[in-house]
Nanobody, 115 residues
Framework: QVQLVESGGGLVQAGGSLRLSCAAS????????MGWYRQAPGKQRELVAT???????NYADSVKGRFTISRDNAKNTVFLQMNNLKPEDTAVYYC?????????WGQGTQVTVSS
């Protein structure tokens, strides 16, 4: 059974930082494409960042230079370091795993950035 458990969300002032974690079980993060998505109220879920098995990364234009996706192989965990946060980054952030043709989601963690 695949489980993705996010943590690290919270309330932060604009310009601040947060680090999100996604602990995976039932899959190996190094063998699959792992990603972070977010969904703001009234908006569609959107891609934030992805990391491949070869550590290739991809970022949404809106977060390039501010967010960094990484993973800890020993902990089977994926991280999203978010710096210089802006109010428009406020959303529920979801961890995502693509395993072959299957897609798995975590339950989400709320990030709120105050101005």
């Amino acid at each position: 059974q695949v489980q993705l458990v996010e943590s690290g969300g919270g309330l932060v002032q604009a310009g601040g930082s947060l680090r999100l974690s996604c602990a995976a079980s039932g899959i190996i993060v190094t063998a699959n494409v792992m990603g972070w998505y977010r969904q703001a109220p009234g908006k569609q879920r959107e891609l934030v960042a992805t990391i491949t098995s070869a550590r290739g990364t991809n970022y949404a234009d809106s977060v390039k230079g501010r967010f960094t996706i990484s993973r800890d192989n020993a902990k089977n965990t994926v991280f999203l370091q978010m710096n210089n946060l802006k109010p428009e980054d406020t959303a529920v952030y979801y961890c995502n795993a693509k395993v072959g043709f299957k897609v798995y989601w975590g339950q989400g963690t709320q990030v709120t950035v105050s101005s």
